[in-house]
């Protein structure tokens, strides 16, 4: 059972920087394309960046294009997401995922979901 778990989050001024982080246990991820995700009070879920499988290849959402960068560590099974100049509107619940298929791009069905990580940023 693959289970993932983020931290790294917290309360930062406008303009800050945080890097996010997702270990994942259970089994190796090695395989997968994996992404994050956020969730804003009131708001749905929305997509944030993706990785390929072998970390070549990445996709972002435009309101974070050139300010967050996703990597991954497939040595350490972890997934990460620096985020730079941080903006109020970046406030959110931060998930990561993985797809549950092996050697996929882009991802066909994010299947394991962490639990979250609560990032504020303040004007």
């Known amino acids: 059972q693959v289970q993932l778990v983020e931290s790294g989050g917290g309360l930062v001024q406008a303009g800050d920087s945080l890097r996010l982080s997702c270990a994942a246990s259970?089994?190796?991820?090695?395989?997968?394309?994996m992404g994050w995700f956020r969730q804003a009070p009131g708001k749905e879920r929305e997509f944030v960046a993706a990785?390929?499988?072998?970390?070549?290849?990445?996709n972002y959402a435009d309101s974070v294009k050139g300010r967050f960068t996703i990597s991954r560590d497939n040595a350490k099974n972890t997934l990460y997401l620096q985020m730079n100049n941080l903006k109020p509107e970046d406030t959110a619940v931060y998930y990561c995922?993985?797809?549950?298929?092996?050697?996929?791009?882009?991802?066909?069905?994010?299947?394991?979901w962490g639990q979250g990580t609560q990032v504020t940023v303040s004007s």
């Open positions: 990785i390929r499988w072998s970390g070549d290849n990445m």
């Open positions: 259970g089994r190796t991820l090695t395989r997968q394309s």
């Open positions: 995922a993985a797809d549950e298929y092996a050697y996929s791009w882009p991802p066909l069905r994010y299947a394991y």
